[in-house]
């Protein structure tokens, strides 16, 4: 007996460039003050509002912009900064590959060009969450415009804050001094999150290698310093009790 129409499964509909533009407004309402901040900070450290895009529109590395002006301000060399930036944010290489193992579409050389370039943290994170939903649903386009609609609002929000930044907030310095503190807020919420008992370890040797190298060196050290200390006891630490517990459960 023949089923019924009614009972045939409906293919999976791919996510369109539009959808994509529409779940990068989380993204996009995040950015644009961050990089706003980004902007106005840039100007207060010397540089022009031109500079200030030209590292949003090329770098485009978030909280890594913020630390490259301050060093590059403070008289570091450009390798010196390049290399802490560098060691900031080499996470990303694994982005391009945790992705690729997921996605079982044929990839186009120009799109994903364009889609590898705007892979930042809560890019990979919006996608990463698509994959698992529903890995069927994914497209290229869709991925494309996440990526885009992203970098747009970082850019915009660099320009904003970079023009503004020339003296038109000077009649609200209540405004300024907030979005001055925008960077410190930035970072203390990062720490913030990770302030969990399997993450102490990391976060303590993390604090403890930067505060040795703001001491007895020199900012760009205590970063290094920073980021060797926390990656190193994340290789380090004894597994946490949870995977025990986990581990138990999966042999009873």
């Given at each position: ?8 499964p ?41 500079e ?67 892979l ?13 939903k ?67 370890y ?51």
């Amino acid at each position: 007996m023949p089923i019924p129409d009614t009972l045939t499964p409906l293919p999976d509909k791919k996510s369109s460039f539009t959808e994509g533009i529409i779940d990068s407004l989380p993204i996009v309402i995040g950015y644009i003050p961050v990089a706003f901040a980004f902007g106005l900070n840039a100007v207060k450290l010397g540089f022009n509002p031109i500079e200030a895009i030209f590292f949003s529109c090329i770098i485009y590395a978030g909280a890594s912009q913020f630390v490259i002006t301050a060093l590059l301000s403070a008289g570091t060399s450009l390798w010196v900064s390049a290399l802490t930036i560098m060691a900031m944010d080499v996470r990303h290489i694994l982005y391009g590959p945790s992705l690729r193992h997921r996605i079982k579409d044929k990839l186009t050389e120009k799109k994903t060009l364009i889609w590898a370039f705007g892979l930042t943290d809560e890019v990979f994170a919006a996608t990463t969450a698509k994959l698992i939903k529903n890995q069927r649903s994914w497209s290229e386009n869709w991925m494309v415009a996440i990526a885009i609609s992203s970098w747009l609002a970082w850019v915009i929000g660099t320009a904003a804050g970079a023009f503004l930044g020339n003296g038109y907030l000077e009649s609200y310095p209540a405004v300024e001094a907030a979005m001055t503190f925008m960077l410190p807020a930035l970072f203390l919420s990062f720490l913030l999150a990770s302030c969990r008992k399997q993450n102490s370890y990391c976060v303590v040797a993390a604090l403890t290698g930067a505060l040795l190298g703001i001491t007895f060196f020199s900012i760009p050290i205590a970063i290094l310093a920073g980021i060797v200390g926390g990656c190193t006891a994340a290789l380090l630490q004894p597994r946490n009790r949870c995977n025990g517990i986990s581990d138990q459960k999966e042999t009873q």
